[in-house]
């Protein structure tokens, strides 16, 4: 095999500071036998220079036209810019997320690089099974944005979080409430922890108890088990809303700060945090609604934005992964260097999808042809 080129572009998403791959992985890339072209400039977000690539062995490309023109095999955090489409070498191979773009115009991103015979794999496709967990960047960066939602929840709250036993007198700790215990809301527990809160969790998944005792959580046992497919919670029905509702209702109103993390997969984010919720809620309470780009866990929540209502702050971070650039690219860039490796085991060609599970659950175009219905929700 000729030794095929990784094109590692620059990231130009608005506010994205993270970046496909750092140094160190491009350097293992190298001494496997693969070259590497960075795009000028593409790590500066994450604070890792041209020369830091250069030393790891890269080239350095002018600009991601330039990177795309060169490489065979595109890693990047968000799909491509649509013209650059067009520059792709015929076959090449694009891994990047497919659901963080929201403005993508999919059937058309598809189209353009089916006619460069390209194949495009979506890195948040890959299945929650414990063989794909190395490969894995939903949950990479959902454990980033754990970690920083609860930095945002503390700083906006006029609490402290820990127990603090001084001579003036005992300020009891703050109460933390993670609603969704997956891999996001389980980081937030264990960060909230460590900060000295009193944490508690509220889940709809049976596992999800154990999974919040063990990092800290007081769980707060849910009326309603509603279990989809793969692990996942499935939508709940009116009926159900309605008794989570009572259950939550007196609990959301002693906290002081609320983290939510919960979603349903292929659909809008569930509304659990309702407005006459909020309204109960003390002022100077504050919540951190990780799901308000994704349609929002809580009333009032705005991508983006902060928003009072009654003296209750409400956030919206959006790109929480982004704002801790460095550990978010690094863990993405480990994911990229699993993802890459897996490829050259299951094919040397790099792409075939049905010689391997993890391949054939994230590929959506292979060689110019579309594989099957890809998800854009
Ligand atoms: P997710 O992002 O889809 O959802 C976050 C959490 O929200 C989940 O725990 C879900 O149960 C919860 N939720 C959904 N609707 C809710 C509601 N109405 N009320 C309260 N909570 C609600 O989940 P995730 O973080 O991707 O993890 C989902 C599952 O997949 C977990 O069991 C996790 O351990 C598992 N997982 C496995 C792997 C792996 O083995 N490779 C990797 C990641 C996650």
Same mark, same amino acid.
């Given at each position: 095999?000729?030794?095929?080129?990784?094109?590692?572009?620059?990231?130009?998403?608005?506010?994205?500071?993270?970046?496909?791959?750092?140094?160190?992985?491009?350097?293992?890339?190298?001494?496997?036998?693969?070259?590497?072209?960075?795009?000028?400039?593409?790590?500066?977000?994450?604070?890792?220079?041209? &020369?830091?690539?250069? $030393?790891?062995?890269? +080239?350095? /490309?002018?600009?991601?036209? =330039?990177?795309?023109?060169? !490489?065979?095999? #595109?890693?990047?955090?968000?799909?491509?810019?649509?013209?650059?489409?067009?520059?792709?070498?015929?076959?090449?191979?694009?891994?990047?997320?497919?659901?963080?773009?929201?403005?993508?115009?999919?059937?058309?991103?598809?189209?353009?690089?089916?006619?460069?015979?390209?194949?495009?794999?979506?890195?948040?496709?890959?299945?929650?099974?414990?063989?794909?967990?190395?490969?894995?960047?939903?949950?990479?960066?959902?454990?980033?944005?754990?970690?920083?939602?609860?930095?945002?929840?503390?700083?906006?709250?006029?609490?402290?979080?820990?127990?603090?036993?001084?001579?003036?007198?005992?300020?009891?700790?703050?109460?933390?409430?993670?609603?969704?215990?997956?891999?996001?809301?389980?980081?937030?527990?264990?960060?909230?922890?460590?900060?000295? &809160?009193?944490?508690? $969790?509220?889940?709809? +998944?049976? /596992?999800?108890?154990?999974? =919040?005792?063990?990092?800290? !959580?007081?769980? #707060?046992?849910?009326?309603?088990?509603?279990?989809?497919?793969?692990?996942?919670?499935?939508?709940?029905?009116?009926?159900?809303?309605?008794?989570?509702?009572?259950?939550?209702?007196?609990?959301?109103?002693?906290?002081?700060?609320?983290?939510?993390?919960?979603?349903?997969?292929?659909?809008?984010?569930?509304?659990?945090?309702?407005?006459?919720?909020?309204?109960?809620?003390?002022?100077?309470?504050?919540?951190?609604?990780?799901?308000?780009?994704?349609?929002?866990?809580?009333?009032?929540?705005?991508?983006?934005?902060?928003?009072?209502?009654?003296?209750?702050?409400?956030?919206?971070?959006?790109?929480?992964?982004?704002?801790?650039?460095?550990?978010?690219?690094?863990?993405?860039?480990?994911?990229?260097?699993?993802?890459?490796?897996?490829?050259?085991?299951?094919?040397?060609?790099?792409?075939?999808?049905?010689?391997?599970?993890?391949?054939?659950?994230?590929?959506?175009?292979?060689?110019?042809?579309?594989?099957?219905?890809?998800?854009?929700?």
């Amino acid at each position: 095999m000729t030794s095929r080129i990784v094109g590692v572009p620059k990231e130009t998403a608005p506010h994205e500071r993270r970046v496909a791959l750092v140094p160190d992985e491009v350097q293992r890339l190298v001494k496997n036998g693969l070259q590497v072209v960075v795009a000028a400039g593409a790590g500066n977000g994450a604070y890792f220079s041209d &020369a830091d690539y250069e $030393a790891a062995g890269a +080239r350095i /490309a002018p600009s991601n036209e =330039a990177v795309v023109e060169a !490489a065979d095999i #595109l890693p990047a955090v968000h799909p491509l810019e649509m013209p650059l489409l067009d520059r792709l070498n015929e076959g090449a191979v694009l891994l990047h997320m497919w659901r963080s773009e929201q403005t993508l115009d999919a059937d058309a991103y598809l189209e353009r690089a089916a006619r460069r015979q390209a194949s495009v794999y979506a890195l948040d496709h890959i299945p929650r099974t414990t063989r794909a967990q190395f490969l894995d960047v939903l949950s990479s960066q959902a454990t980033v944005a754990g970690y920083k939602a609860v930095l945002v929840g503390a700083e906006q709250s006029p609490h402290l979080f820990p127990m603090l036993t001084t001579a003036a007198g005992t300020i009891r700790p703050a109460r933390v409430l993670v609603i969704g215990a997956g891999v996001a809301g389980l980081q937030a527990i264990a960060t909230a922890r460590r900060l000295g &809160a009193q944490v508690f $969790a509220y889940d709809i +998944r049976r /596992a999800a108890q154990a999974d =919040a005792e063990s990092v800290g !959580a007081r769980f #707060l046992a849910s009326p309603v088990i509603a279990e989809g497919e793969g692990g996942y919670a499935r939508a709940l029905t009116d009926d159900e809303k309605q008794q989570v509702h009572q259950f939550l209702k007196g609990h959301v109103a002693q906290m002081d700060v609320i983290i939510t993390t919960a979603q349903v997969p292929g659909r809008p984010a569930p509304r659990i945090v309702t407005e006459d919720m909020i309204e109960a809620m003390k002022p100077g309470s504050v919540i951190v609604d990780m799901a308000a780009d994704s349609g929002g866990n809580c009333a009032f929540s705005e991508p983006g934005r902060t928003v009072v209502h009654g003296g209750v702050i409400i956030v919206g971070p959006v790109n929480l992964p982004s704002s801790a650039p460095i550990a978010a690219s690094r863990l993405f860039s480990k994911n990229i260097f699993n993802f890459l490796d897996l490829m050259k085991a299951a094919d040397e060609a790099l792409a075939a999808p049905a010689d391997d599970e993890i391949l054939e659950a994230t590929c959506i175009l292979y060689r110019g042809k579309p594989v099957k219905e890809y998800s854009h929700a």
